[in-house]
Antibody, heavy 118, light 107 residues
């Protein structure tokens, strides 16, 4: 059974960099699929942040592209998100998820709330 | 970007009711659409992919239809565990985008 688990600081100061890691079990991220990040501000809808293809290519939401880096550590079977220059508008629950080549998200982490505040 | 518009934004219904939610894409996406269910404090769960294919393990109460720009999710007989928020997502191209959500509430 594929499982994903997000980890990282729950509080980040404005202008700093948000860093999250998604640990994957039950499947090797180097073997296939896309591995993505989605966020959800409190009480609002879902926003795709970006995805990492198992071959190494990355795809980012243009609205966030200048601030995002998604990378992987295949030896640890995990992938990471860095979002720079955060503001209060970046406060959200951040999910990591697997999606198919047809772009459907079939496995999700439980999500982690990140609050941007001084 | 492809904009996804869901309606209604909320619906009140009773157990046993048939509920239909619609999703419209700002441009044609063939059948490249998914539906997700989200309960409070939980991650979304994939219900339907490719507009009408039922994800493994999902109740047959859920069905999807449509192609091009107009899609529907139907719950044939609402059960207590179906009260949740539902999102559509276009799977045609990056950036992947979601509808604004439809909250199904108990009448």
């Amino acid at each position: 059974q594929v499982q994903l688990q997000e980890s990282g600081p729950g509080l980040v100061k404005p202008s700093e960099t948000l860093s999250l890691t998604c640990a994957v079990s039950g499947y090797s991220i180097a073997n296939g699929y896309y591995w993505g990040w989605i966020r959800q501000p409190p009480g609002k809808g879902l926003e795709w942040i970006g995805s990492l293809f198992h071959g190494g290519n990355t795809y980012y939401n243009p609205s966030l592209k200048s601030r995002i880096t998604i990378s992987r550590d295949s030896s640890k079977n995990q992938f990471s998100l860095k979002l720079s220059s955060v503001t209060a508008a970046d406060t959200a629950v951040y999910y990591c998820a697997r999606h198919t080549a047809q772009f459907y998200f079939d496995y999700w982490g439980q999500g982690t709330l990140v609050t941007v505040s001084s | 970007d492809i904009q996804m518009t869901q309606s209604p934004s909320s619906v009140s219904a009773s157990v046993g009711d048939r509920v239909t939610i619609t999703c419209r894409a700002s441009q044609g996406i063939s059948s490249r659409l998914a539906w997700y269910q989200q309960k409070p404090g939980k991650a979304p769960k994939l219900l339907i992919y490719a507009a009408s294919s039922l994800q493994s393990g999902v109740s047959s109460r859920f069905s999807g239809s449509g192609s091009g720009t107009d899609f529907t999710l139907t719950v044939s007989s609402l059960q207590p565990e179906d009260f949740a928020t539902y999102y559509c997502q276009q799977a045609n191209s990056f950036p992947l985008t979601f509808g604004g959500g439809t909250k199904v509430e108990i009448k």
